[in-house]
Structures are given as C-alpha cells and as structure tokens.
C-alpha cells in the first residue's frame, strides 16, 4: 500500500535504501533505550524486530535481502563464538562439554518426547521433530558474555561445547527424519553422511588452517584484506558444510575454532571483526528474530495457549535441571550454574529451521510453528536477562578475585625508528599490555640535537603516526611523543621518568656481525639508566603463528622485582596465540611459574626441562622451529640473577638462532650504578 504516493514510499519498505536506514535507526536506538531500562540489549533489538516487522506496524518484509543480513548475522554468532572459545580451557573441559551436551539434549529432549505424544497427542515423528526443536539452542546471548569480557570463563567454554554437541545431534534427527520421510534411510545413507562430514572436517580443520597461516605470513599487517579473507573462509566453511548435509551454522562455528589461534584478541583484525560483527551483521540477526513473533496467534485458539505452555515449561525446566545438574557435577558457582542455563535456554535459528523443515514436509501444522516463533522469543528474552544478570556478578567476581600485575597503572613505551618493525613492535606491545590497563601505549622517536633535527623531527612524526593508526585499529590509545636530546639513550631515560613508564619495547638492533654491537650501545647505555622492564624484539613471523614459546631461565630469577611481571606477559602471549610454553632451567624457578599459573586459574600448556644455565641455548637451537619463539630473560649486570653465563648470550645467538623469532627480557630491577662492584655468581 502506497501511503506517501509523492514519495514513492510503500509498506513494507521496498526501497533499500530506506530499509537500511530504519534498520541503523533501531540499532542506534534500541540498544541504550533498553540500557537505560537496564535491560540486555538483546532484547531492545528483538522487541524492535517484532514492532516493524509483519506481524507488527509491517514496516519490513522478510524479503530476500533482509533475510541475507540476517543469516550473515547467525554465521558471524556462531562464528565468534567458535572465535573466542578458549581452545586450552575446551581441551581442558571437554569431558565437562560432553557432560553438558549431553544434558541438555537428553533433558529436554525425552521430556518433551514423552508429552508431546502422551499429552499433546502428536504423532511420533512429530513428537521426534518438536522434541529435537526444544532440545536444540543458540547463542544468543553470546554477545552479552563477550560485551562483559567474561568469554574465556570456564562455564562459557562448557556452554559453547555443549551447544555444538546439543545442535549436531538435533540436526542429525532432522536429516534422519528428512530422508525417513522419502524412504531412503539406509546403509547407504548413513555411510554417505559419515564420508560428507569427514570431508567437511578435513578441510576446514586441515586445509584451512595452513592456506590461513600461508596468507597472514605473506600479508601481515593488510588488516583489511586480512578481514575479507576471514569472511571468506567462514562463509566457504558455511558452503562446504551445506554440501556435506550439515548447517551452515556448524561450518562457521568451524572456521573460528580453525583460525582461532591465528587471531589474537588484541589484533586489528580481531578488532575489525568484533565491531563490525556487534555493530551491523548480529543486530540485523536479532532483529530478525522478532519479525518472526506474531503475538495475535494468542487469541486465535486456546489450544495455541495450551501447545505454548507445555513446550515454554518444557524448554525452560529442562535446560535449568541440565545447567544444574552440570553445577552439581563440577562444583560450578550459582552464577555459573545461571550463566550455563542463559546461554542454552535460548531457541532462535536452528528451532526455527527444524520446525520450518517439519512444516513444508507436513510433519506438524501451522499451531506448532506459530507456538515455536513465540517460544523463541519467550527464550530469548529470559536467557538475556539470566545472562546479564549472571555475567555481571562472574565479571565483578573476576575483577575483585584475580590477581594484578601490580598497584601502578601500566605504562609501555616504543621506541621508533625503523618502518619495517613498527607493526612488529606495536603487536608485541598489544599482547603483554595488561587488558584492564585504560593507559595508552607511548610510541616515541628521539632526535640527537645537531643540524638535522628539524629534518629527522619531520621524518619520525609520520613513522609516529603509523604507529597511532595501528594501535587505534585494535581499540586501543597511542599517545605520540617527539623530542630532540643530546643522545638517543639519555632521551629514552628522561622520558621513562617524565612519562612513569613501567616497561619499554624496543626492537633488534641490526647488526648481529660482533659481539659488541649485536645489541646496540644504545641498549647497553640505556640498561645503565634504568631499573625498568626492557623488552628487545626481533619477530620475522607474525605473532599469531607461533606454534611453542621457548624461555631460558637464569638462576635466581624468582627473586627480582619483576619476575611476576615478565610471567604474567609470557603467559599472555602464550594464551593469545594459543602456543605452548617449555621452560628451561632451575626447578625452584619452575615452582614459582607453576604457583602463578595455578592462581591465574587458567589452562597453560607448559612444560618444564632442568638444564645448567650455560647449556640452555645449546640445546634449544636443536629442537627450535621456525615458526616458535625464543624468550630470553637476560638479567643486568650486578644484579642478584645474574650469571657469568649470561655474557656469552649474545654469540650463541648471532650463532644459532639467526633466523628465528626471539625477545629478550631484561626484567625490572634496582638499579645498579656505573660505580658498583663487578660481582659475578
């Protein structure tokens, strides 16, 4: 119907561009109008969806393009749930994901079997269908649990594994059901589904993984262009897995578990994807959720009432007795236990898509579909809320509970002078910066006072600028800094103090020929003006690849200012890109790793080898690869960890480790003056 004629506007919209302009009108006002309710903003968005949509002021249709946008959106859910996951942690949990999944397919699954047959008198293939509807969920309220950065939390990991093996299940039935109804369940038939699916893990879990490592390699750095490739590889992963008889939704939670370890949380393109992700693609799903909700059916009939209660008490008991059952079984907190429920409770894509298949086949009528369009958003609305609610009191747990790196705010500084390691270091610098910290990082350059300074000032403040625009690009604030002084290393030393710097990344110096210049004389002199943590690095691979962090261990070392710190950042690291860590040397060193790793309370895969300080590097170089890291922690001279070993750390290095990735740590520590007394251990 045409109600402005001059305008040419039509209900519902037809025009796209007007389409799009309502849809950012509701995502830009929904959200913080529910805020202000405080309500989750889940909910803001699917109540817009059923107000413009057709069962609402019929603003929208759910036409094809609408519909595109919203199936992008349920792909990007799964896929940053696949994205996020904890890798570690799911190894860790998976015997705990199993249990769950089985929970909380198996509860709701054989309740709802037993009524709908016996109570709602369904036929049983109807019965099968609606109870793999009700035992089925998504994760809607995924995107709470990442807005409250609370997605590495034990139950999260438990709850994203036990949804994978609760939605496998439900879609096996559904294509069981499917082939059943044409007569061709057979032999045949399940060996064809175990080839599909074989192929479909093959190549999402083999192939993919190694082209992604080839592209990122070969463009590190081309954030945009990284960002498509991403997006390609979900949405070919979402294809691969339509030709092997499985959801699309499954093949993209795929391609986040498979380029999970290649994109750190603190990346620009880790960045990119979650702001285009929470911004455009996840709401235009939600809202399309709610255009599916048409609350007039409550009046047609009361067996539409008497169908909607028995499936929504159904639903929600029975993933509440799964989730408790599980926090009885792993000594979960409550708010875990709440956590759990919200996360599964939830029926949106893949309830719709079984009932929607059951419909066109002639399973279950009209009465049935209407009932499970409400159902989804009764659901959803409740897992917002157990959510919110549960993640709020996790997150202010965690935030009171864990341990910091320490009273003072963290403050790194860069030093930058070379183009070619800009990226380098500002990568580096992202990953040990402590994620609670709001301080920004420090790029600097130092210009020595002669007769080109105003030139090389020049020079340096657009190196300077590519570094703001990296670190803006993860979400994170740079703070430039250009100064002349008489000498690089007395600059650094003014600007450590004027700034209260903690801790400074710098980069390798390039010449390896010599021992004496193989660091630089600017950090020799530099290590004499400051006590704090210097972090030298040399990365000829991009830190997402690294597959084992090797760090050598000195004597002592436990027992410096800074060793918690150093711990905390290689840890990170570690965790970010999911690589193992072997530490090498003393067992006393070892016992006060593993002490802060139990009190992080998070799954590090470490090992542990005894070796004498002066044969560390020696037999490293022979199990060292290309893609792996090489830490070592160097202590200054005078200092209780130091070794007279450590004096020859420089050749072994220009000897054996030439082309690989290595950072050297020079921890934080009292300083000792020109003047002290040249003791050794």
């Given at each position: 119907m045409s109600v402005f004629p001059l305008l040419k506007i039509t209900f519902p919209l037809e025009e796209p561009v007007l389409i799009f302009a309502l849809v950012l009108v509701i995502i830009l006002v929904a959200p913080p109008l529910f805020?202000?309710?405080?309500?989750?903003e889940i909910i803001g968005l699917i109540l817009a969806g059923v107000v413009v949509g057709p069962h609402g002021l019929n603003l929208l249709s759910e036409d094809l393009e609408f519909s595109i946008f919203g199936t992008i959106g349920l792909l990007y859910l799964m896929f940053l749930a696949g994205l996020e996951i904890d890798l570690k942690d799911f190894r860790k949990n998976k015997e705990k994901s199993i249990t769950f999944g089985l929970l909380t397919f198996s509860l709701p699954f054989t309740f709802t079997l037993v009524a709908a047959h016996f109570i709602l008198d369904f036929s049983w293939m109807a019965s099968l269908l609606i109870s793999a509807m009700i035992a089925t969920h998504t994760l809607v309220s995924y995107p709470i649990v990442s807005s409250l950065g609370i997605s590495r939390n034990r139950v999260v990991n438990v709850g994203i594994g036990g949804t994978i093996i609760t939605d496998t299940i439900a879609l096996l039935i559904l294509a069981v059901i499917a082939e059943s109804t044409q007569g061709e369940i057979n032999?045949?038939?399940?060996?064809?589904?175990?080839?599909?699916?074989?192929?479909?893990?093959?190549?999402?879990?083999?192939?993919?993984?190694?082209?992604?490592?080839?592209?990122?390699?070969?463009?590190?750095?081309?954030?945009?262009?990284?960002?498509?490739?991403?997006?390609?590889?979900?949405f070919i992963s979402a294809v691969v897995a339509e030709f092997a008889h499985i959801e699309p939704i499954i093949g993209a939670f795929f391609a986040g578990l498979a380029l999970n370890r290649l994109i750190p949380h603190n990346s620009p393109l880790m960045n990119r994807i979650m702001f285009i992700g929470h911004t455009l693609f996840i709401p235009f799903f939600l809202i399309s959720v709610g255009m599916l909700v048409?609350?007039?059916?409550?009046?047609?009939?009361?067996?539409i009432l008497w169908v909607i209660g028995i499936l929504l008490a159904l639903a929600v008991i029975s993933k509440y007795l799964a989730a408790y059952l599980t926090q009885k079984f792993f000594h979960y907190t409550v708010a875990e236990r709440h956590l759990l429920f919200g996360l599964s409770n939830a029926r949106a894509a893949s309830a719709i898509a079984i009932i929607i298949v059951g419909?066109?086949?002639?399973?279950?009528?009209e009465t049935v579909m209407n009932a499970t369009i409400l159902l989804v958003l009764f659901t959803c609305l409740i897992s917002s809320l157990v959510t919110e609610q549960a993640g709020k009191k996790i997150a202010y747990s965690r935030e009171v509970q864990v341990p910091g790196r320490g009273a003072v705010e963290e403050r790194i500084l860069i030093p930058v002078s070379n183009p070619d390691t800009i990226v380098q270091l500002l990568s580096f610098a992202l990953m040990v910066k402590d994620r609670q910290s709001e301080e920004p990082l420090f790029p600097i350059t130092i210009v020595p006072d002669d007769e080109q300074a105003t030139e090389n000032v020049m020079y340096y403040s657009r190196l300077l600028e590519k570094a703001q625009e990296h670190a803006t690009a993860t979400g994170n604030m740079a703070q430039i800094i250009s100064r002349v002084d008489?000498?690089?290393?007395?600059?650094?030393?003014?600007?450590?103090?004027?700034?209260?710097?903690?801790?400074?990344?710098m980069g390798w110096h390039g010449r390896m020929s010599t021992v004496d210049f193989f660091f630089g004389t600017l950090l020799e002199n530099l290590l004499l003006r400051t006590g704090k943590a210097v972090y030298v690095v040399k990365l000829l691979t991009p830190l997402n690849l690294v597959d084992r962090i090797h760090v050598m261990l000195p004597p002592a070392v436990e027992y410096e200012v800074g060793f918690r710190d150093w711990v905390d950042d290689i840890l990170d690291v570690s965790r970010q890109t999911t690589s193992?860590?072997?530490?090498?040397?003393?067992?006393?060193?070892?016992?006060?790793?593993?002490?802060?790793?139990?009190?992080?309370?998070?799954s590090q895969e470490t090992d542990f080898q005894q070796i004498e300080c002066g044969q560390i590097l020696e037999t490293i170089s022979g199990q060292i690869r290309t893609n792996d890291l090489l830490v070592v922690v160097k202590a200054r001279r005078n200092t209780l960890s130091y070794h007279k070993e450590l004096k020859h750390v420089p050749q072994k290095l220009a000897q054996y480790f030439q082309n690989n990735n290595i950072v050297v740590i020079y921890p934080e520590q009292e300083i000792v003056y020109r003047d002290a007394l040249d003791v050794q251990v």
């Open positions: 805020q202000k309710l405080r309500m989750p032999l045949m038939f399940w060996v064809q589904f175990v080839l599909y699916f074989s192929v479909f893990v093959f190549i999402v879990n083999w192939v993919f993984p190694r082209l992604s490592r080839w592209f990122f390699r070969n463009y590190d750095g081309q954030s945009s262009l990284e960002y498509v490739f991403v997006l390609t590889v979900v048409d609350f007039s059916i409550l009046f047609q009939s009361h067996e419909f066109n086949m002639g399973i279950v009528h008489t000498n690089v290393a007395d600059g650094l030393a003014r600007s450590i103090k004027e700034l209260h710097i903690n801790k400074l990344v193992s860590v072997v530490f090498w040397g003393h067992a006393d060193t070892y016992q006060k790793i593993q002490g802060i790793i139990d009190e992080r309370d998070a």
